[in-house]
């Protein structure tokens, strides 16, 4: 059974994902999706996406044992794929690279982005300096103040950050405000779209860029243990570094587990647990799982990681979840927090707070397996972005 | 059951006006859909408010966002319509709602609902062909109208579009989202031509339609204008004064609307 597929002419996992835009991006999709389709068969174009992989973003990206944490949790033996030791910081980089060698083969000199932590505003703006290309980044207002020193950089790089004014002004809203500047200029600008969510094919796109995380994995693995791990465990917002993780595992027999942002908990309204707790509906342009009301109105999540709350989520975990091969978990505030110390205080590794989600889990399910057992653990991004919400959070508790 | 066809006056040209339901209050939203109907609207697109419109501009956001306040859904909406029509509303009523609303209430309820307020035609901005033919399909059962739209980035989709049409086609007049514009490209004018040779129904302009030379400089080339962010402007720039003195208001807004549609009514 093949469950990581490419999806039906409809861009569907299953029944999920599609194209769920105004007519006037339909055009502009299937340019795209040509594009893609060519450029991913084009050597070329692989040689050069894999060349500025290795020679600009430092990969490929370190697989570490994290002994003594290992020893302290007790049980399975705990690795790290070291996505945080790419060039700015997280995996958003891959698939940046990926897009901006895409638009500038698709003739495309514009850059339209949007961003909630900063993360994937970071590495557009980077590759666009890199590339050449001029590079507007959508963000919400509220994240504009959460995370001032990614808006910094991205000023930096010479990107023009743009400020999201609607709704709870994050992530949600400058997907929005990114999409209705794209209806507009779409004939000259390249969105590019930093999960696997979107219209298709931006759910497979992200994806074929960020399975590098998965296939190297497999193969250092494979080098240091002679097999595979026996869990995976990844943090989902939208999705990207655990779909990139998981794609080359998923015809193998690997346990994956996906986590999801609990926030304050699932039982209280602030949370982005998307497929813990949502239903299914159409968000920027897909039909996946979202957090809505009965009446289909879109609801603003929760999570203390700017990086996770995102109402919405990638199709492809959508299908993942329905079809059961990937689990899904959810952790809260308080328990990504006390992951992030343990990680920090056990390996001198501060992850993001993205990442320290999946920490979380991997601690419990870790804890529970045998000596003899292995766990991987996507290292999505590092926390730097995060210590302004660390020291807010943890004020006179430092030592 | 009366259809779309049987309900649309004989005018030459339509006036397909765009109100929110539930903007800026339920009741006020019946009262303009029979001011509208009074000055000459042929067709009345009622929008269903929604948290994240991708296809519009600020002013229908905005617009969103008060009738959500109002707590309106799209079944509040729906009996709404049913309201309007025992009113003596006369003309077609089109459903503009996101698809999202309409997949959560339901298809089974979402017909039944429509049947029951006599809503004639939906439109969904965000259901583009290739993802419609159930909804298309259903809508034929119940003898609801489908409304298409066609963009000047539709091209080769075009002729799928046109082909399918139903009640009229739905011409986008610009790229971008719906908000006023002040003038239009060249270009529109050969888009809308060839969409008018295609098309087996009736051509509307829509998007940007604020004044009433840009009715007076389209008009040959379309049958018809949707004008939605322009009127909601109206509305909006008087609510207070709804508030103060609402005959009056509803009087001023009623010439307003008059003038902006002037070169459609000349023609009558």
Known sequence: MTNVQTPDSFGRFGEFGGKYVPETLMLPLEELEQGLQEALKDPTFLEDYHYYLKEYSGRPTALTYAEKLSSRIGGAKIYLKREDLNHTGAHKINNAIGQALLAKRLGKK??????????????????????????????????????????????????????????????????????????????????????????????????????????????????????????????????????????????DEVELIGVEAAGKGIDTPHHAATLTKGTKGVIHGSLTYLIQDEHGQIIEPYSISAGLDYPGIGPEHAYLKDSNRVEYQSVSDEEALEALHILAKEEGIIPAIESAHALATAYKEAAKMPSDKTILVCLSGRGDKDVHTLMNRMEGTVE | MTTYLERLPKHDKLFIPFIMSGDPTPELTIKLALLLEEAGASVLELGVPYSD?????????????????????????????????RRGLKIPIILFTYFNPVLQLGEESFFALAKQNQVDGLLIPDLPFEESGRIREKCSEHAITYISLVAPTSKERMNTITEHAQGFLYCISSLGVTG????????????????????????????????????????????????????????EQKEKQFKVDEEKTLHELKQQIEELISPLLAER
């Open chain 1, 110 to 251: 514009k850059i339209i982005a949007e961003t909630g932590a900063g993360q994937h505003g970071v590495a557009a703006a980077t590759v666009a300096a890199k590339f050449g290309l001029e590079c507007k980044v959508f963000m919400g207002e509220e994240d504009i103040e959460r995370q001032a020193l990614n808006v910094f950089r991205m000023k930096l790089l010479g990107a023009e950050v743009i400020p999201a004014t609607s709704g709870n002004k994050t992530l949600k809203d400058a997907t929005n405000e990114a999409i209705r500047y794209w209806v507009q200029h779409c004939e000259d600008h390249f969105y590019m779209i930093g999960s696997v969510v979107g219209p298709h094919p931006y759910p497979y796109m992200v994806r074929e860029f960020q399975r590098v995380i998965g296939e190297e994995s497999k193969r250092q693995f494979q080098e240091r243990e002679g097999g595979l791990p026996d869990k995976i465990v990844a943090c989902v917002g939208g999705g990207s570094n655990a779909i990139g993780m998981f794609a080359p595992f998923v015809d």
């Open chain 2, 53 to 85: 419109p991708l296809a519009d501009g600020p002013v229908i956001q905005r617009a969103s966002k008060r009738a959500l306040a109002h707590k309106t859904t799209i079944k509040s909406t729906m009996e709404l319509a049913g309201e309007m029509r």
């Open chain 2, 180 to 235: 006023v514009r002040k003038e239009f490209s060249e270009e529109l004018y050969a888009f809308l031509e060839e969409v008018k040779k295609k098309s087996n129904v009736p051509t509307a302009v829509g998007f940007g339609i604020s004044e009433s030379e840009h009715i007076q400089t389209l008009k040959p080339y379309c049958d018809g204008f949707v004008v939605g962010s322009a009127l909601i402007n109206m509305i």
